[in-house]
């Protein structure tokens, strides 16, 4: 798929199998509406008064207005003008770009851009408006035995003034990247595990690597993990008869900036399947855990699109993959552990096996003396009760990493919501038997959680988001969504300017 600008400033006379305005309730037209209106002789505002009440993810579609050179112009609503915000724009062009997959056409012109709105740029706009298209035309298809043939947009413009051009091309260069990023951490989560396996994580990493010259993987078996003494990671693995798999992607940018603050790393939870392990899940939904690995799926995402882009800034990614099985050789409860850092880990609860499996991770990052690191997991159901499915789930120790992350967040409408990390949740994971119990028990389970991964990450600054509640959708619409991707490449970009 082609993005670009269409810069024409007579708008009717744009040639275009789809041309895409704004309506605003109680039929306010947008500019370009307007421009569309004149041209064909009071048309659109007929027909908007007829039938078209500008609710936001509604659209009419007028075909062979006179005077309009477009073969259809799709009115797309835009809810209350006063409300008008960046959120609704998106949703527009999303709603814009499905209409036009639905109808199998192959290119599009959207002025829905035009509009100004509070709080973003063009650029930004025009960034949203990519990786929407870029949702829009996501269609799993890989275990199907005859999938419908995926309706695909080859050319899609944006309409600006010339003058502006480069703004909006710079932000769907991004918005682009970040919409490429985004499915292929769908595709990821939403194949099974029997198919995405961490050795399948592993090939993607090094398939990445192929593809991208910025990037270099290394994938780290079994014995290589051993020789590591991740102890707690191989506890939860060797109930498996998956082996596991730790990743390691490197972006070397090729521009040779020197950073001296150390590369930033981002650390994916890879469960690619936890049925629980001993403290066996209930069988309801439980297929839902094969998105375990929705935080390696984002972290692999979030590479694909900043190798892209060819950012400034060396990033290094970190995934740890296995299964969480009950088996012979499975964790059981009471068992105690030792991981990497040397810290002592009484397992009450198998199934809270995310913790177990990260810990290794981030000290392992270590090494790399980084600027940040940022972990990312599917790590509690109490998160999703905390916070629904709407906000990732935020923990830091550091508050300007925080605010950053919270920021990109809001710019990318991939929002998160920090949660607390007291010193005084920390007395939770006591254990009489270890240095510390991997569970806290019931109150703030989310909290405890991050409290339990701050105990290895003393050595750099780090954030964690729990996103159980935002990496996919349960229901009839069961899929996953390709957070937390936008946030993180967010983050990132700003972090080179
Ligand atoms: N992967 C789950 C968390 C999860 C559950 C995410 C449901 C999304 C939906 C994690 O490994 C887990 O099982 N956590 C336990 C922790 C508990 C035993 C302390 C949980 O949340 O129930
Ligand atoms: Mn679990
Ligand atoms: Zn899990």
């Known amino acids: 798929m082609e993005f670009s600008t269409q810069t024409s400033a007579s708008l009717h006379q744009i040639k275009t199998a789809a041309l895409g305005v704004g309506v605003f309730a109680e039929g306010i037209l947008s500019p370009a509406a307007e421009l569309i209106d004149r ?31 477009a073969e259809r112009v799709i009115l797309v609503g835009l809810g209350a003008q006063e409300e008008y915000k960046a959120a609704t724009h998106t949703q527009a062009q999303a709603c814009l770009a499905s209409y036009c997959l639905k109808a199998d056409l192959k290119e599009a012109v959207s002025a ?31 275990t199907f035995s005859k999938p419908e043939p995926a309706p695909q947009l080859s050319q899609f413009l944006l309409w600006t003034a010339r003058t502006q051009a480069s703004e909006a091309k710079a932000g769907l260069e991004q918005g682009q990247a970040i919409g490429n990023g985004v499915n292929l951490t769908r595709l990821l989560a939403d194949l099974p595990g029997n198919i995405c396996t961490p050795t399948y994580l592993g090939k993607t990493a090094k398939q990445l690597a192929k593809e991208f010259k910025t990037l270099k993987a290394e994938v780290l078996e ?36 020197k950073h001296e603050d150390g590369p930033i790393v981002l650390v994916g939870k890879g469960l690619t399947f936890d049925s629980g392990g001993i403290s066996i899940k209930p069988a309801g939904n439980m297929d839902e855990m094969k998105y375990d690995m929705g935080g390696a799926a984002s972290v692999l995402g979030t590479m694909r699109a900043i190798a892209e882009l060819n950012i400034d800034r060396e990033v290094i990614a970190v995934v740890a993959s296995c299964e969480n099985m009950p088996s012979g050789r499975a964790n059981k409860p009471g068992d105690v552990v030792t991981s990497m850092s040397g810290q002592t880990i009484e397992i009450l609860n198998t199934d809270a096996e995310g913790r177990l499996v990260l810990c290794d991770a981030l000290t392992y990052v270590e090494r790399f003396k980084p600027a940040a690191v940022i972990d990312m997991a599917t790590l509690t159901g109490a998160c999703v009760v905390a916070l629904g499915h709407v906000n990732t789930g935020l923990f830091s120790t550091d508050d300007d990493l925080a605010d950053e992350l919270m920021q990109a967040g809001k710019q990318t409408g991939d929002t998160a919501w920090r949660m607390p990390m007291d010193d005084a949740y920390q007395e939770q994971l006591r254990s009489n038997f270890a240095d510390m119990a991997n569970i806290g028990g019931p109150p703030a389970g989310s909290v405890t959680a991050a409290c339990f991964l701050s105990r290895f990450t003393k050595a750099y600054r780090w954030a964690h988001l729990d996103i159980a509640g935002t990496a996919w959708r349960s229901g009839k619409d069961k899929g996953a969504t390709g957070r937390p991707v936008p946030l993180l490449v967010q983050y990132l970009l700003n972090q080179c300017r």
């Open 39 to 69: 041209a064909s002789n009071g048309a659109v505002s007929a027909a908007v008064k007829a039938e078209f009440k500008g609710k936001p993810n509604t659209h009419l579609v007028l075909r062979n207005l006179p005077g309009v050179k």
């Open 112 to 142: 829905l851009s035009s509009i100004d709105c509070k709080g973003t740029t063009l650029r930004s706009r025009a960034q949203d408006a990519a990786v929407a298209v870029c949702r829009a035309s996501y269609r799993y298809t890989a």
């Open 222 to 257: 079994r014995k290589q993990i051993e020789a590591l003494k991740m102890g707690s990671f191989l506890s939860v693995a060797k109930g498996s008869d998956e082996p596991p798999a730790f990743i390691v992607l490197r972006h070397t940018p090729s521009t040779k900036t």
